[in-house]
T-cell receptor, first 117, second 110 residues
Framework: GAGVSQSPSNKVTEKGKDVELRCDPI?????LYWYRQSLGQGLEFLIY????????KSGLPSDRFSAERTGGSVSTLTIQRTQQEDSAVYLC???????????????FGDGTRLSIL | GIQVEQSPPDLILQEGANSTLRCNFS?????LQWFHQNPWGQLINLFY?????KQNGRLSATTVATERYSLLYISSSQTTDSGVYFC????????????WGLGTSLAVNP
């Protein structure tokens, strides 16, 4: 598609379950980012991929969070043993991310709204 | 790290009014983005404006990089302009991690 695609758009699950969120970046974008937005808050950076590698994992809140990217395209963010404080909107963005294009803007998907009961 | 401050935090307008939103940042940057998050949570790119002025319909933005601020102008506001407006700049030393302001929450009343 033309934009960043995220799935599912909404996810409701019980505390303690694992969840997997998916992001399809814009075709040709080598950089991919995950952010989290809790209710009424700004956006919190989670992780950034350049190709399939993640040079910056500093934003992951705990070891229950992990992310991977394969084929330089689709990325999944996995949250294990979910807690209620994990409830948030998880946003994915992509950009041209090579050193030649380091100033390119980030384009965002519509997000996954995660609710932990 | 770089700090981003937005003002005002909240704004209520009557339809048709004009407004100016401000974004101050604490260090020099080489790009800046303005976003609109609509009431349904969608985050929409408005401007990518490291410097100078850009216009898109009723919206325009100006960034004065040497003075570390950017302004977003909304003219003839409409109810569909309601939502939260964020500015974001790259973290120093890492162009790809955006640092976000807390946003300006705008409500446009009919």
């Amino acid at each position: 598609g033309a934009g960043v695609s995220q799935s599912p758009s909404n996810k409701v699950t019980e505390k303690g379950k694992d969840v997997e969120l998916r992001c399809d970046p814009i075709s040709g974008h080598t950089a991919l980012y995950w952010y989290r937005q809790s209710l009424g808050q700004g956006l919190e950076f989670l992780i950034y991929f350049q190709g399939n590698s993640a040079p910056d994992k500093s934003g992951l809140p705990s070891d229950r969070f992990s992310a991977e990217r394969t084929g330089g395209s689709v990325s999944t963010l996995t949250i294990q043993r979910t807690q209620q404080e994990d409830s948030a909107v998880y946003l994915c963005a992509s950009s041209h991310g090579t050193s030649l294009y380091s100033n390119q803007p980030q384009h965002f998907g519509d997000g996954t709204r995660l609710s932990i009961l | 790290g770089i700090q981003v401050e937005q003002s005002p935090p909240d704004l209520i307008l009557q339809e048709g009014a004009n407004s100016t939103l401000r974004c101050n940042f604490s260090d020099s940057v080489n790009n800046l983005q303005w976003f609109h998050q609509n009431p349904w949570g969608q985050l929409i790119n408005l401007f990518y404006i490291p410097s100078g002025t850009k216009q898109n319909g009723r919206l325009s933005a100006t960034t004065v990089a040497t003075e570390r601020y950017s302004l977003l102008y909304i003219s003839s506001s409409q109810t569909t302009d309601s939502g939260v407006y964020f500015c974001a700049v790259p973290n120093a030393g890492n162009n790809r991690k955006l640092i976000w302001g807390l946003g300006t929450s705008l409500a446009v009343n009919p």
